[in-house]
C-alpha cells in the first residue's frame, strides 16, 4: 500500500485503529477462528445453512473489484475531478452561500457524526444540545416558537405541513398551492398525494407580474368551499419575485384556512425579509413554516442531503396545533435533581407510532444537517449572517442593473420587487445560451421559459456570498460577448418597507475558538461506536470509515449543484450509475432508485410502486389490503397508513393493513397468512416483511409467502433494515422480493448524524422497473446520463436524492468489494451469535421458547419472572424495568440496547462485525454484570444512570410543559459527564459495578 498517498487526507488513518483493518473488521483471523469454534461451525457457509438454499446466490455475486486504502483514495480523486466547477448562478431552491469553517470542524466530531437518535437523553444531551441550537436559532430568526428536529427537505416538509392543515382543518382535503413555487417541489407533492385523500389544487400565476394570482386563489376558496386546508406560498418565488405575504396570509385568516409559508431564513435576517411570524395585515403571522435550509449548511452536493425546516406556532393563543403535527422536537426537560437537561418530545407519531394513529412515517430525519445549520447560524453571529445576505442583495441590485445594459435584455417582471435572484428576458434562446455559457466557463443560471410559457425566452439568476467580483465581471463579459450593448436606466423596483425586517434579530456573536470548544464539549457527552460496541438493535451501529467523510468532502463533489448541466457533472452521474449497478447485484434485482433519502421513505417508493403496478392492471380499486406482521418496525405500517392504505371496515369489508401474528418460532404465521390470503384474495396489494426479523431471525417461510402473495397478484416488499446479516448470501430475486429499501445508514456504513440523515435506495423486480421513481443513470458511450423510467411514479426528490451519502456508500463497497460483502454480513452474524451464545445461559431471549431457534445479527434478551419480581419489590415498575435497565448500559460507558422493541420487555442486541472479540468478551463481562446487579442490587434501578452528565430525565414531565427554544445570548451551558464514558468502559467491571452500588448510596 502507498502510505506516501495518506498526505492527501485531512486526518491520519493510522491513528485509528479500525480504519486500516481490511473491510473494516477489527476481529483477527484467530478470534475469527476462536468465535467459530465456540458457536460450533468451521466455515462462513455456515452461519447460512439453515436457509434454504434455493434462495442463496448461486456464486458470490460480483458487487464490484475492490480497492487497497490508497488506490481507493486515488479513485475517489480521479472520480471528483471527473466534475467541473464553474461560477455558478444557478440557485432555484437550493442556494449557494459560503460553508463557515465551523462545519468541518463539527463533521469532524464523531461523537456527534456517529451517533445515534438521541434515544437516551441522558447519554445524547451533546446531540440534543446542537439540535436545540439549531431550533432556537431558526426561532429567533423566524419569530416561531417551535421548531422541530427537520424533516428530509422542503418539498417532503411542504408535505408534512400540508397534512398537518387536513388533521386541523377538519372535514377537509385540499390543499391550494402556489404554482409560483419550484417545479420539482410541487413534483414531489404530486406524488405523494397520488392514491391519497389528498388533492393538490395549483393556482395560477399572474404573468404580467410573475406572482401568484390571488383572484385565482379566491375562485378556488369558492369553488372547493368548506374542503380547502391550506394555501402554501413562497416568500420568494420560482422567479425571484417577492409575493405579496401580507395578502396570502390574510386571505388565508379570512377564510379560516391554515397559511403555510415557504421561506428561507437567511433572507429573515436582521435588514433582511420581514419573517413568517409577522405576515398578515395584523402581523399575527402564518400558521406554519416550511423551509430548504441545506445552504445554512453545507454546499450544493448535487441536491443532497437537504434539511427540511418546519415551524409552527406555540404561544399564548395557540398551544395544541402542534399536537397534530409530525417529526420529533426537543425540548426543556429536568432531571431527577431538578437540573436543566433536554430530550426529544412530541416524538410519538414518528418510530414509536401507534400503528393505527400514525401520521407520519418519518424515522431517520436530517439531524447532522441541522446541527451543522445551527452551528453554522452562531458562527455567522448577527453581523454574519446580515452580512450574507446583504452581499447576495447588492450583488443582484448591481447584476440587475448592468446585465440589462444590453439590447433586449430586460427584467421580465420590471414592477414586482426582487431580493438576491431575479429573471430576465433574453433575446436567445435560453437553453442555447446557458450551453454557451458553460462553453465560456459560467453555469449561468436557470432556463424559466416553461414556468409561464408567455413566448418570451426567460432566465433566472441567483446570486449569493460565495461570489466573488471575478465571477460577477465574468458574467457581464459573457452579456457583452453575446449581445449588442445598449444604454438603460430604468429604475428597480423598490422593495416596500412592509416587506422588510424592522427589527434586528440580535443572534449572539462568538469566536471560533469558543465554538470549537462548546461543541467538542457536546462530542464528549455522547459514546461513538468508534470506542465500543453500540449495542442499539435493528440499528446496526457499526464503525463508519473516515475515508467515506474525505471522499464526501472533495470540492468536486460538495461544490457541484444539480442543475448544473450535465456534461459538468460526469462524476456524480458515474457514482451514482455504479452504485445503482452494485445494488443491483447485492440484492439480485434488475432495478434501482437512489432517489429515497431514508429507509422509510424507501418503504414509501415501495407501497407507490405497488400502487402504479395495480393501477396499469386497473385494479387500483379493488386492491387495498396490505399484509404487516405486529413485530414491523413502526414506520412499515405508518408508511402504509401514509400512502393511502387506511384502515377501516366499511359494511364488514377490510381496508387497509391486515396485521400477521408470530407463530411459535418468532416468524410469520403462515396458517394466519394464508387464511388471510384465502379470505382477501385479489383485494390484497401486498405483503411487508422485515427479514431478517427484527428477532435477528430468518423467515424460513419467506419465499412460500411470496409465492402465496404473487399467486393472487400481490407484491412482496422486504424491509431490508438488516441486510447486515445477509449482504452477499441470499438473492432477493429468488425469495420473490419485489421491492426493497437499503438503510445506507446502517449497513452501508454512512453516519446516523445523531438521527440522520440516512438514505434508503430501493432495489425492485422486473414487474416494477417501468415505474420506477426519479431519474436512473445510464451509460453510454458518451458519458452518463439521466433518463426516467417510461411509466415512472414521479418524483420523491427534488433531485438526485441524498447524493453525498452516495459517494460515502460507494466509498466504502469498493473498499469492500465483492469478497469484503460477503465477509462483512458473515462476521456481522458470527459476532452475534457468538455473543448470544456468551449470554443466553445468564438472560432469557424472546420471543419464548425459541433459544434454539438461529439468530442471525442480533437478538432480544430478558429477564426472568424472578428478576421482574425482585426489581418491583425494589421500587421499580414490570412496565419499567426494562427501560432502566437500558440506563445501566450507560453506567458502564455503554450505550443502551434497543429497550421495549419489538417485545415490551426485550433488550435488542446487535454488535455488529466492527469489534474484536475481545472486545464483544468485555460486553459479555458487563452484560453478565449488569445481571448481577438487578438480581442482587435492583434498587440502583431506580437512580439509573449515575455517570452521566445529566441524571434521570423527566421525559413525562418534559412532554407535559413543553418549551422549544431560548433566546440564545449566550453559549447553552454544558455539564460534564461525571464519570467519562470512556473511563467507565476501561475500568475493571467489577470496580465499575462497587462504584454504581456506591453512587446509588
Ligand atoms: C426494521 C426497520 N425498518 C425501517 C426503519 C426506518 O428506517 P429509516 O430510519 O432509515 O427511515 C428502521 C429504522 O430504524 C428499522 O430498524
Known sequence: MKENNFKKLNYDPKQYPRELKKYYISASENEITAMMDKIKIKKFDDLYSHIDKNVHFDSAPHVTHALDYSELIDHMEALAKKNTIRPSFIGDGLKNYKVTEIVPFVSNLRGLTTAYTPYQPERSQGTLHTLWVYSSTLSMLTGFEAINASFYDRSTTMFEAINTAVRLVKGTNVALVASTMYPQDLEVLKTLAMETNLEIVTVNTDKKNGILEVQHAEELLAKYQGRVACLVFPQVNNFGNLEDVHTLTDLCAK????????????????????????????????????????????????????????????????????????????????????????????????????????????????????TLAGASILSRGEEGMKESH??????????????TQFKGVKLAFPFTPFYNEFTLEIPANTKALIEKARVSGLHLGVDVTTRINDGRNLLL?????????????????????????????????????????????????FSFQELKDFYTALANQNVSPDDNIYPLGSCTMKYNPYINDWAASLPEFTDIHPQAPLEDAQGCLEVLWNIQEMFKSITGLPGVTTEPVAGAQGELVGLKLFQAYHRDRGEEASRKILLIPRSAHGTNPATATYAGYETKTIEGVEFGIVTIEANEKGQINFKQLTDEVTKHGKRIAGVMVTNPNTSGVFEEDFKKMSDLIHSVGGLVYMDGANMNAIAGWIDLNKLGVDAVHNNLHKTWTIPHGGGGPGDGMVAVSNKLTAYLPGYQIEKSATGFKAITAPKSIGFFHRHFGNFAHKVRAYTYIKALGSEGTRTMSAVSVLSAKYLFEELKNVYPSLPENCETVPRMHEFILTISKETFDRIEKAGTSKATAIAKIGKLFLDFGLHAPTVAFPEQYGLMV????????????????????????????????????????????????????????????????VHTNIVNPKELSSMPVKDVMKKIIAAHG
Open 255 to 370: 377564510n379560516k384556512i391554515q397559511s403555510i409559508a415557504v421561506i428561507d431564513p437567511m433572507l429573515n435576517a436582521t435588514e433582511g425579509l420581514i419573517p413568517p411570524s409577522e405576515f398578515g395585515s395584523d402581523k399575527a403571522g402564518a400558521n406554519m413554516l416550511v423551509g430548504e435550509g441545506q445552504h445554512l449548511a453545507i454546499g450544493p452536493n448535487f441536491g443532497g442531503p437537504g434539511l427540511g425546516i418546519f415551524g409552527i406556532r406555540f404561544n399564548d393563543k395557540n398551544k395544541n396545533d402542534i399536537r397534530q403535527t409530525a417529526g420529533r422536537f426537543v425540548g426543556r426537560a429536568k432531571d431527577i435533581n431538578g437540573q436543566e437537561a433536554l430530550c426529544m418530545v412530541l416524538s410519538t407519531r414518528e418510530q414509536h407510532i401507534r400503528r393505527e394513529k400514525a401520521t407520519s412515517n418519518i424515522c431517520s430525519n436530517q439531524s447532522f444537517v441541522a
Open 390 to 403: 446583504l452581499i447576495a442583495r447588492d450583488y443582484a441590485v448591481q447584476m440587475a442593473h448592468e446585465l
Open 461 to 509: 439568476v441567483s446570486f449569493f456570498d460565495v461570489h466573488t467580483d471575478e465571477h460577477l465581471e465574468s458574467l457581464v463579459n459573457f452579456f457583452n460577448e453575446n449581445f449588442e450593448a445598449q444604454e438603460n436606466d430604468e429604475d428597480l423596483p423598490e422593495i416596500p418597507e412592509t416587506m422588510m425586517r424592522s427589527s434586528a434579530v440580535n443572534l449572539p456573536n
Open 910 to 973: 446487535e454488535p455488529t462485525e466492527s469489534f474484536t472479540k475481545k472486545e464483544l468478551d468485555d460486553f459479555v463481562e458487563i452484560v453478565k454484570a449488569i445481571h448481577t446487579i438487578i438480581n442482587e442490587h435492583p434498587e440502583v434501578l431506580t437512580t439509573a444512570p449515575h455517570f452521566t452528565p445529566v441524571k434521570k430525565v423527566d421525559e413525562v414531565d418534559a412532554n407535559k410543559n413543553l418549551k422549544f427554544f431560548d433566546v440564545l445570548a449566550t453559549l447553552p451551558k
